[in-house]
């Protein structure tokens, strides 16, 4: 399997001062803003999403 997903910046304050959570199970510490938070992933899409500018009825 890969490794864990790994976020670029906090998403409450977004600051880079990120580290592996102690608590495990994929949670991360912002050292910023003191929040810890984890990235979960909530499944597939089952149509997938319509993007605007290629829809083919816009003339």
Request: hydrophobic share 30%; with cysteine; charged share 30%.
């Amino acid at each position: 399997m890969s490794e864990r997903a790994a976020p670029f910046h906090c998403p409450y304050c977004g600051d880079e001062d990120l580290r592996p959570g102690e608590q495990g199970h994929g949670a991360w510490e912002c050292g910023a803003c003191n929040r810890a938070f984890q990235l979960k992933f909530l499944g597939l899409l089952a149509r997938g999403l319509e993007r605007s500018d290629t829809r083919e009825d816009r003339i």
